[in-house]
């Protein structure tokens, strides 16, 4: 009878685990493999004139101003002053046509609640824009107003996920991580996708919810692409400084020994994701050098700050988090997206949006000034938008100047300036109690997909082989750029 010592059992696990990896690997030499290279080559090929890309980029880089909890668009942007009359009135059934609800007003009286804010015309154009947001319409003829958006998510959640990662179901790679994969790294010191969170807001704590990783992840995609959230205050990378005792010459030899084994590991069993590893302890090491010069701001000129507004010297404000973002931009950080949470405004909406457009109006107005005064605006595509919009109708308390609005995904206004796009305009018209798109429509997918245009990508071409299927950040069905808003 013959025996197997462990050790030998060990021993031959271990080729056996060898041979099926390396067998998995030729077998997906077309799929995995593919894929593999492009992780591993992507910089590389991204350094060549024009490489990856589809048609000529009039943008380089994204800089995507997120507002979590969805900003009610009937208060902001979309001016509806025939609302006043129908105060209190029931929404008509040939507006609604029986379109779902959230649970929260199923069943429910829908009264009309006409905004209690006044609009002006504004810019060159004669924009129409709300009193809360003074700053930003100072700078309206660099907007161009998507008043017809309109998504399928109906929930927080599922409305952040499928806008920032083309799908309501978790697991798919971010906007940011599809850039990052197709079209590579600028800047050799720094992520080539970075996000900033608000660490506060002024509409209240209640109400909130979570923002979750998913929303900058890579997905699918090798892990390197995903974004890197910067925090608020001590260093803005956790582990980013060295431990006391160790210093820049000790942790480079210590990187070097760790580069040399996992080499070693990865020949051995052809992971692209070793490779990825390596690359990103390579760029933590160079991030200990670039990352506090990008986040040190006692070089900016007073006057800059004082553009941004008082905000800016809390560190994880939103007006601070708009400079950094300038910042980045100047130093070729492909993607940055803020998010600012605290727009779900169920109740109480007059006061809690102000305190909101507070946040963010004279910030928004200073990162456009501040881009284009720097000549980067003509090649750095600003977006803004939400999950979704708010309802016509009230949702709690309803008086003039008392209010709330409930989720609604049937349309919304969002905005886009610089990269090529048209400025001092309006796209889309919603009927005239802000409910249905009435011409020209603008899917989130849509909206992603002229994001990917302007930066030199057709989203249809921009795929990952994944569960069998070539994934696509604007998935399967039909989606068009919009072409009715580039210049």
């Not at 006692?298 to 950094?324: I, T, W």
């Amino acid at each position: 009878m013959t025996t197997t010592t462990t050790t030998e059992t060990g021993a031959l696990q271990r080729y056996s685990d060898l041979q099926n990896r390396r067998a998995f690997m030729r077998r997906s030499a077309m799929g995995l493999g593919a894929a593999a290279f492009g992780a591993l080559f992507g910089d590389r090929a991204a350094a060549a004139p024009a490489a990856g890309l589809h048609h000529p980029a009039k943008a380089k880089r994204v800089i995507f101003l997120f507002m979590a909890g969805a900003p009610s668009q009937l208060d902001l942007f979309d001016y509806k002053p025939e609302l006043h009359r129908r105060f209190k009135q029931p929404l008509p059934p040939s507006v609604s046509m029986g379109q779902r609800v959230t649970a929260m007003t199923k069943g429910k009286a829908q009264l009309v609640a006409p905004s209690m804010f006044n609009f002006e015309r504004k810019g060159a154009n004669g924009l129409f824009m709300s009193e809360l947001l003074p700053h930003l319409s100072g700078v309206v003829d660099e907007l161009c107003l998507i008043k017809s958006t309109h998504t399928d998510a109906i929930n927080h959640d599922p409305g952040k996920t499928l806008f920032c990662t083309g799908s309501e179901i978790p697991g798919k790679a971010s906007l940011g991580a599809w850039l990052s994969y197709g079209l590579g790294r600028m800047n050799a010191n720094l992520p080539d996708f970075i996000v900033l969170n608000s660490a506060f807001w002024t509409g209240g704590t209640g109400n909130v919810q979570a923002l979750y990783s998913r929303l900058w992840g890579s997905g699918f995609l090798p892990s390197k692409h995903q974004g890197v959230s910067f925090q608020p205050s001590g260093d803005p990378v956790l582990f980013l400084s060295n431990p006391a005792g160790v210093d820049r010459g000790a942790r480079r030899a210590m990187l070097d020994l760790v580069t040399r084994l996992n080499r070693e590991h990865a020949a051995e069993i052809g992971d692209p994701e070793i490779e990825t590893t390596i690359a990103q302890q390579e760029m933590a090491f160079r991030m200990q050098a670039s990352v506090p010069e990008l986040t040190d701001l006692s070089g900016e000129p007073q006057g800059v700050m004082d553009m941004y507004g008082p905000e800016v010297h809390k560190s994880g404000s939103f007006a601070r988090n708009c400079l950094l973002a300038r910042r980045m931009a100047e130093r070729d950080v492909r993607f940055v997206q803020l998010f600012h949470r605290g727009w779900d405004h169920h109740v109480g909406l007059p006061k809690k949006l102000r305190g909101q457009a507070y946040d963010i109006d004279q910030p928004c107005a200073a990162l456009l000034t501040d881009l284009k005064q720097r000549g980067l605006l003509d090649d750095t595509l600003v977006v803004f938008g939400g999950e979704f919009g708010r309802t016509t109708y009230c949702q709690g308390k309803l008086e003039r100047d008392q209010y709330g609005r409930d989720h609604h995904p049937r349309c919304f206004t969002t905005w886009m300036a610089g990269g090529g796009i048209k400025g001092g305009i309006e796209y889309g018209q919603t009927d005239e109690f802000s409910y249905n798109v009435v011409a020209d429509p603008v899917h989130v997918r849509d909206f992603n997909a002229t994001i990917l245009h302007q930066l030199g990508i057709d989203h249809e071409r921009l795929v990952f082989p994944f569960l069998g299927l070539d994934q696509r950040l604007t998935g399967v069905e039909e989606t068009h750029v919009v072409e009715g808003i580039l210049s």
